[in-house]
């Protein structure tokens, strides 16, 4: 499986389409699936890791803040392909739910890549100063993670 890392900015077009970065495309291949994300941004699976994340829904118990929050991420996906030119159609209503108009920013996050609209994630970034990193990995270390 390819790790997604790295941030891109890009624009989108008038027809709602953004060029994928190509070393996003080789993680997720030439289609995926597109749903409201956590924070304001969109995520995009590839099709594996949609598949790994359904997964792990379909194992939650039933209660009604599950059935909500299945709702959230199933009601609101789409399949996407990508185009020969790199292209691919992120769907209006997504758009407009993630406040995407012109300006975006690609976050490669491990198993999906996040979608803000540049003045999201600009804003979201701006309360990293009141974040502690080594608090954070003081807490990540809790679960085994190492640095």
Known sequence: MNRLAGKYEHTIDAKGRIIVPSKIREGLGDSFIVT???DGCLYIFSD???DKFTEQLEKLPGTKEIRQTKRY????????????????LVP??????????????????IDKVELWSKE???????????FSIESAAEKLGEFGVTF
Do not use: H, Y
Not at 73 to 88: H, L, P, S, V, Y
């Open 73 to 88: 991420f199933m009601a609101n996906a789409a399949q996407c392909d990508i185009d020969k030119q790199g292209r691919t």
């Open 36 to 38: 409201l994300g956590l």
């Open 48 to 50: 594996d890791g949609w």
């Open 92 to 109: 209006a209503a997504l758009r407009e739910k993630a406040g995407i108009d012109k300006e975006v920013v690609l976050v490669g996050m």
């Open 120 to 130: 999201r994630f600009d804003a979201q970034n701006e309360s990293i100063d009141s």
